[in-house]
């Protein structure tokens, strides 16, 4: 059973930092690269980074320099450091592994919540 657990979000104020943090079961972990994904309310879900094979990361523009994406392959844990935080940021984040078709992935958790106060 594929499980996923988000934590680490809250309420920030804007330029404050959070890192959050992504268990996941080893059958999606390890054979998978990872991504954290969020949603904004009233939008649609949107990568936000991803880890792939050899530590090579991608970064949605809104979030490089800003954002950093690690792996922690022996707790099977994903993690985002998000500094400089915006208001623009504000949403639910989670994590799944990495594909171009995301929005056709059927397991989700259940997210963590960031708001960004002005």
């Known amino acids: 059973q594929v499980q996923l657990v988000e934590s680490g979000g809250g309420l920030v104020q804007a330029g404050g930092s959070l890192r959050l943090s992504c268990a996941a079961t080893?059958?999606?972990?390890?054979?998978?690269?990872m991504g954290w994904y969020r949603q904004a309310p009233g939008k649609q879900r949107e990568l936000v980074a991803a880890i792939f094979s050899g530590g090579i990361t991608n970064y949605a523009g809104s979030v490089k320099g800003r954002f950093t994406i690690s792996r922690d392959n022996a707790k099977n844990t994903v993690y985002l450091q998000m500094n400089s935080l915006k208001p623009e940021d504000t949403a639910v984040y989670y994590c799944?592994?990495?594909?171009?078709?995301?929005?056709?992935?059927?397991?989700w958790g259940k997210g963590t919540l960031v708001t960004v106060s002005s």
């Open positions: 080893a059958s999606i972990f390890r054979i998978n690269d």
């Open positions: 799944n592994k990495w594909a171009p078709n995301y929005y056709a992935i059927n397991y």
